[in-house]
């Protein structure tokens, strides 16, 4: 049951990620890749990891992406343009690449031993890791100030994004 | 049960995707989108190997990537705005003040 859900999801997530290099429209590109966040939100769950899957709609799919599409749509993008001739051989180099790092990454992983997924408590709640309550629980101990961190970098990326926008002279 | 590999083989796939995205486009949010898919299969590694090991950890890290991740499109798409408000374009080929 669970393998098939993951290769169903795996499937849409792959599909999609192909898709954005397929499209030229760089919003076709964005609505593909709200379907693979959403298919790895689920994949999510076939692991255990609940509070993260629904992060990752909230946050994800929810604020990057349509931050995204805002900004897509606001431009008026003209569609992807043909190669420029000088860097066409760029383009053919890109798949021996791509075929490297892939191979390289299944080499490592095929040395992988084989350990199972340790299973939900019955009660569902408690300590298991992945629910909202274990996470939190270390996210405002054990990591306090890479929390707080996080909230100062928020806070300039929020200032730096109205200074670069900025229209010049206003 | 699915085993830990296709989890990371299904990482590896995506982050491959991603990779091959910011080589062969040239419109600037493409590329940009490729690197968000680059993010997403390496959270999928973190989360994967968390889950399986039992420790919490590594959901944290994909925690403070998401937020990094957040504030690294706000700046990123700001900056994209600024491009195309200078230049009427964003071909990233066009964009070559800084290249030797």
Redesign the interface.
């Known amino acids: 049951m669970e393998k098939v859900l993951f290769i169903v999801f795996a499937a849409i997530a792959v599909a999609s990620a192909l898709n954005i290099l397929l499209q030229r429209n760089p919003l076709q590109g964005a609505l593909s890749l709200i379907a693979t966040l959403a298919s790895l939100s689920a994949i999510y769950v076939t692991l255990h990891a609940q509070f993260l899957a629904a992060i990752q709609i909230v946050v994800y799919a929810g604020a990057i992406m349509v931050l995204f599409v805002f900004v897509i749509m606001l431009l008026n993008v003209p569609k992807d343009q043909p190669q420029i001739e000088k860097q066409k051989w760029l383009r053919y180099l890109a798949i021996p690449f791509a075929g490297l790092l892939m191979a390289e990454m299944f080499y490592v992983i095929r040395s992988v031993k084989p350990i199972t997924l340790p299973a939900m408590p019955a009660d569902g709640a408690g300590d298991a890791v992945g629910t909202v309550s274990s996470i939190g629980k270390a996210l405002f101990t054990d990591y306090l100030l890479p929390f707080e961190v996080t909230s100062v970098l928020i806070l300039m990326a929020v200032v730096g994004a109205m200074v670069l926008a900025r229209r010049e002279g206003d | ?10 990482s ?10 910011v ?5 600037a ?2 590329i ?3 690197i ?2 680059m993010l ?1 299969a390496a ?2 590694t973190l ?2 190997l ?8 590594g ?2 890290f ?3 990537v ?10 990123g ?6 491009i ?2 200078n230049r009427e ?3 990233v ?1 066009e964009v070559d003040t800084l290249k030797l």
């Open positions: 049960m699915v085993p830990l590999s296709w989890y990371l083989g299904l590896a796939l995506l982050f491959t995707i991603g990779a091959m995205g080589f062969i486009k040239r419109n949010i493409t940009f989108l490729c968000e898919l997403n959270n999928l989360v994967s968390s889950s399986f090991f039992g420790d919490v950890d959901q944290l994909v925690f403070i998401m937020t990094v991740a957040a504030a690294e499109a706000a700046v798409l700001a900056i994209i705005i600024s195309f408000r374009s964003l071909n080929d």
